[in-house]
């Protein structure tokens, strides 16, 4: 699951008898500074939901947040509202570290098992939201001015704007809030996994397409379906001689070449193209994602590892796509502020490279990664795991990731430049 968020939910005694606290970290650098904590406090007949900020190196460091609404609060109201709000997600566990003195053993277990509800019920999701937007930031910095415009003009019609404003601090430059908003749009076709008005089409969960016309369909907002299989092109490869299976289509490739075909219509409706556009955004940063191009075949998985899903890590990202997802970086997923400033410092990438706007050669070269890079032993071998990655494999999926992240926002603006209508 690759959740990394900066705010996340700290339970607060309400009583004014609490004589003792203690409080542990657990400090993942998933390709950042940023500390990710899960804080108890002691005594949970009453709560509090606290919101706290995380910043830089210092877990404390930012403002937090108690609503006086939820003062009064029974374990139960405060799972209901925690499991309400899907875009609060904890990425790592404290080790809870209460005395005896502070806390019954049941309640204990109680509090525990109220924050594993919150991790086992989180979504694996493409990337994660930072890393998408740092790659439409990216690219928003390379357009011209004409493109900026027409891409501001159709992500307005994107029936999910609203939500995005509240996301953008009060007081943000207008430029900058426009930018924003572009690096929003990018996570999307991800937001919608969560959005109740959408469903899941097609068997294994939605992430196999269903057999009729509907798996391909290209008709604006208008659809609600989530198309799971899009995000994604499951290329397959084998390290120990098992049969591979044919690539099942639709996919990535195949929506990405029809979203750049209306994207560069003249005849195609404003409201077709934003929905188009809000998906291209999304996929190009997918298919930047070695994962999303590819699939390990093996005799234990003979239809493919689901891009490493079925491989599991030892750690808080148990499977090496939830691992590839999360690398780059914590904080907030959703905040587009320390993804723009991340994204700013990014080296650019390679001329060269980023002037190959061929989505196959981009997907032949996630393959190449995902076996040079990915799925490389030690740490990673040929079973599912589960397997524990080591400083170095962690610290090269960074590098990778970053530049990754460079090549897709620099192609996704050359295709904007060239290509939008």
Known sequence: MAIVYTSVYTFLANSTHVTKLEETKEREKAGGSDIFCVLMFTNVYSLRICNQRVGGSNPFAGSSFISNRCRHLSRKNTEEILLSIPSFKVYAIAQLCLGENTMNKAYRVSATSLILIVLLSTPTYAWN??????????????????????????????????????????GTPAAKRKMMLFMIAATWPDRIKGDSQYHSDGPNDGNTPPDDPSASQNIGYDDLARHKYWHFINVPFT??????????????????????????STTSSDKLKSYDLSWLLHLVGDLHQPLHCTARVSAANPKGDAGGNFVKLNGALDNLHSFWDGIIGGGNEEDPVPAANVAATLPAAPPGAAADLNVQHWIQQGVDLAKTMVYVNPPIGKSSGPFTTTSVYRNNARKLVKRRIALGGARLAKILNSELK
């Open 129 to 170: 939201n930072r890393g998408h937007m740092m790659v439409a930031a990216v690219a928003y910095r390379q357009l011209n001015q004409q493109t900026r415009n027409r891409a501001d003009a159709l992500l307005l019609l994107n029936p999910d704007r609203p939500n995005w404003l509240s996301l953008i601090p009060q």
């Open 239 to 264: 390290q120990d001689n098992t049969p591979l299976p044919t690539v099942v289509s639709p996919n990535a490739k195949t929506q990405l070449t029809a979203f750049r075909a209306v994207l560069a």
